[in-house]
C-alpha cells in the first residue's frame, strides 16, 4: 500500500466555530483548489445557514451543530484508520478529531506545530467561539464536550507556535505559565532555528501541523477574515493579525518537515470574499439564479 492511499483526507466546511458562514464556501473552494487526493476521501456533512443564525449554548455558539460534526469526523477517521490525515475546513475547530486521532495513535512521538496568528487555548469561559478552543482541549482543558474526543492529551512541550503575535494578557500568562515554545515572526523572515532546536530536544518523530491561514498579513493576502468588505474598518482592531507571507508559511513547514515526518496537516480559516461576493451576485441573474 502506498504511501498516499495510507492517507485520509478530511473535508469539513464547518463554520460554526467561528461563527461565520462564509466559512463554509471557503471550504468548500479550498477543497475545490487543492491538488488531486490519491487517497480516500471523505466529507463531513455540516447543517448551513447563511443567515448564522446560532445562539450560545452554555458557554459555546452552535453547540448543538458543533459536537455532531466533531463526532462524523471521528468516525470517518476511525472507518479509515489512516496513518496520516489531511484536513481542509472550515474554521480552526476542525483540526480537533483528527489531531486527536493522531495524538492517540502516535503518542510522545507525536509534535504539534501550530502556525497560526493566535494560540487557540480559549475556553468556554473566555470566549463563545469554539474555534479559539481548539489547542486547549486538544491539551485536554476547557469544556468536556470538546475534550471528550481526546483520550490522550497533548504536552504543552510537544507544541510549537510559528506566526503567534500581539497575543492578549490571558494568552500571554497561559503560554508563560505552560512554557510553550514560540517562533515569532521576526525570526521566520530571518533565520529560523527554534523549530529545528524544538523537534531535536522534544524528540519529535512526527509531526501534523495545524495552518490558519490568518497567519499571513492581511496585505499579502485577501481571502482573510480581517479583509472582510462587509463591515467596518475598524471591526477587528485589537484582535492579531498575520505578519507574514506565503512565501513564510512554506519555509516554516519545509524546515519542519526536512527534520522530522509530516503525519498531518489542517488547513483552516479561508474566506474568499470576491469569490463569495461573485456568488450571490450569479445567484442574482436570470437564468442563472432560482
Known amino acids: ?16 466555530g467561528g461563527n461565520h458562514p462564509a466559512y463554509h464556501f471557503g471550504a468548500q473552494l479550498l477543497a475545490w483548489l487543492a491538488p488531486k487526493a490519491k487517497g480516500p476521501v471523505e466529507e463531513v456533512e455540516v447543517a448551513f445557514d447563511q443567515n448564522g443564525n446560532l445562539e450560545n449554548e452554555n458557554g459555546i455558539v452552535g ?10 469526523a471521528r468516525a470517518l477517521i476511525n472507518k479509515h484508520q489512516p496513518e496520516s490525515l489531511v484536513v481542509l475546513g ?7 478529531a483528527p489531531f486527536a486521532y493522531l495524538q492517540q495513535k502516535y503518542q510522545d512521538d507525536l509534535g504539534i506545530l501550530w502556525v497560526d496568528a493566535h494560540p487557540d487555548i480559549m475556553t468556554s469561559n473566555e470566549f ?7 489547542l486547549r482541549a486538544l491539551m485536554g482543558e476547557g469544556d468536556s464536550d470538546l475534550t471528550q474526543f481526546v483520550t490522550t492529551p497533548i504536552k504543552a512541550n510537544k507544541v ?20 510553550m515554545r514560540v517562533c515569532r515572526p521576526d525570526e521566520i523572515k530571518s533565520q529560523i532555528t527554534s523549530i529545528q532546536k524544538w523537534i531535536e530536544e522534544e524528540q519529535i518523530k512526527v509531526l ?11 496585505t499579502s493576502f485577501g481571502s482573510l477574515l480581517f479583509n472582510n468588505p462587509h463591515v467596518p474598518a475598524n471591526a477587528y482592531e485589537g484582535i492579531a493579525q498575520g505578519q507574514i507571507t506565503m512565501d513564510d508559511v512554506v519555509k516554516v513547514i ?18 474568499p470574499w ?14 442563472l439564479g432560482e
Open 1 to 16: 500500500m502506498s504511501e498516499q492511499s495510507k492517507t485520509l483526507r478530511l473535508h469539513i466546511p464547518q463554520w460554526q
Open 254 to 271: 519545509g524546515i519542519a518537515s526536512e527534520h522530522t515526518k509530516v503525519v498531518g496537516i489542517g488547513v483552516a480559516e479561508h474566506l
Open 90 to 96: 472550515g474554521d480552526c475547530l476542525v483540526d480537533l
Open 208 to 218: 501534523a501541523i495545524h495552518l490558519d491561514l490568518d497567519v499571513i498579513s492581511a
Open 274 to 287: 470576491d469569490s463569495l461576493n461573485l456568488k450571490h451576485m450569479l445567484e442574482k441573474l436570470p437564468l
Open 63 to 72: 453547540r448543538s451543530q458543533i459536537i455532531p460534526q466533531l463526532e462524523q
Open 128 to 134: 463563545e467561539h469554539s474555534h479559539a478552543s481548539v
Open 160 to 179: 510549537m507556535y510559528a506566526g503567534v503575535n500581539n497575543e492578549s494578557e490571558f494568552e500571554a500568562n497561559f503560554l508563560a505559565e505552560k512554557q
